[in-house]
């Protein structure tokens, strides 16, 4: 079994900067690919980054690119997610997921898929007021 928590999420103004964070536990070593999700009212789950266990690969959805940037601590056992310059579209609840080692994931689409991952945290708002 593997848990997720998030934190770090808050209010931020337009053009502002926040880092969101996920702490992993339980079957830590059995972790392979991390990702970060987001949701807005009325919208479908959008994969934001994901990052394979250690750093080695990572992937982040092509509109927040240059914006958006996930990072991680193995010490800490946590994955981040930074996002710069945020404007009110980001507003969203961002919600954290992990799948362990197995089956390949081919291209960042399967990456950015929620359906390729199993675990979730249970989500920090994020709201960007103008």
Wanted: neutral net charge; contains cysteine; glycine residues 14%.
């Amino acid at each position: 079994q593997i848990y997720l928590v998030e934190s770090g999420g808050g209010s931020v103004e337009n053009g502002g900067s926040l880092r969101i964070s996920c702490v992993v536990s339980g079957d830590t070593d059995a972790v392979g690919w991390m990702a970060w999700f987001r949701q807005s009212p009325g919208k479908e789950r959008e994969g934001v980054a994901a990052m394979f266990s250690g750093g080695r690969r990572s992937a982040v959805v092509g509109s927040l690119k240059g914006r958006f940037f996930i990072d991680h601590d193995d010490a800490k056992k946590t994955v981040y997610l930074q996002m710069t310059n945020l404007s009110t579209e980001d507003t969203a609840i961002y919600s954290c997921a992990a799948r362990t080692r197995g089956p390949v994931l081919s291209d960042d689409q399967e990456r950015l898929s929620s359906g390729s991952y199993r675990y979730w945290g249970q989500g920090t708002q994020v709201t960007v007021s103008s």
